[in-house]
DNA sequence: CGGTTTTATAACCAGATGGTTTTGTAGCGT
DNA sequence: ACGCTACAAAACCATCTGGTTATAAAACCG
């Protein structure tokens, strides 16, 4: 699984700024000053949060005259989700008894193949 | 869906020497020159990325006497799917004709409700 | 043509990040 | 008590990040 994608894609999603104008996208598409309205910031602050969403390719962008509309790009959002899956079984309810049931049999944890990038 | 814990456990994750970290620890607590021992990096070098995910409460540290073993936290990565579940329908395959139909009835995407932080 | 809207670019800044080397410290083993 | 092991802390460095202001370019509007 693409590490630069991964690297790419968690470091857009850790900014809550680029976090809400995903969730704004979700609506539809939206200009670049439709998408720095909400916001207490400059409108060049909101075009380079939006230039990190493009690189990671979570956003693509069109051309209506001036406006250059932005659309969300979900995919690398997939990726991201696969990746995380790989650590379900660590989160689940379920999995602080499996953990100490296997704990007595000397055993690692859960399902540990070779998870190295999972 | 507390903003901060996001933001911390998606910057922990954007960074690919913390994920092999993670994958490592599935495998089980291990302490700190046996998480360095892959990588071609100093001692205090994961020692710094060590911090970063405990901070992220993606790591506990015990004692075994000078030993400090660390162990994987995984709650926060729970968090970091639940958000992303919301975009799950942008990236899945019917959504490219569910768009596609919807955009005709001059919708905007599907569930289009107040997904703020979704 | 001239002005307005929309966006991008550049230059700059403070602070975070990712790495290093060096040094210190706690605890074990003999 | 001595030295070794395991780790942390500090100081330092280069680069990235998140923001700003000011400026420029592109396309519309009248």
Redesign the pocket.
Same mark, same amino acid.
């Not at 200009?31 to 439709?34: D, I």
């Not at 207490?40 to 602050?45: I, L, V």
């Not at 075009?47 to 990190?52: D, E, T």
């Not at 005259?65 to 509309?69: C, D, E, K, L, N």
């Given at each position: 699984m693409a590490a630069d994608v991964l690297d790419a894609t968690f470091?857009a999603l +850790?900014?809550p700024?680029r976090r809400a104008i995903l969730a704004r996208l979700m609506e539809g598409e939206a200009?670049?000053?439709?998408l720095a309205a909400p916001f +207490?910031?400059?409108?060049?602050?909101i075009?380079?949060?939006? $230039?990190?969403l493009e690189r990671a390719g979570l956003v693509s962008?069109g051309r209506d +005259?001036? $406006? $250059?509309?932005c659309r969300l790009e979900a995919a690398p959002l997939k990726e991201a989700v696969d990746w995380l899956a790989g650590y379900r079984s660590y989160w689940e309810e379920s999995y602080q008894r499996l953990d100490a049931l296997l704990g007595e049999l000397g055993h690692d944890g859960p399902d540990a193949a070779e998870r190295e990038t999972p």
């Open positions: 470091a +850790a900014d700024t200009t670049v000053t439709e +207490a910031m400059s409108q060049p602050g075009s380079k949060h939006l $230039r990190v962008r +005259a001036q $406006r $250059r509309p």
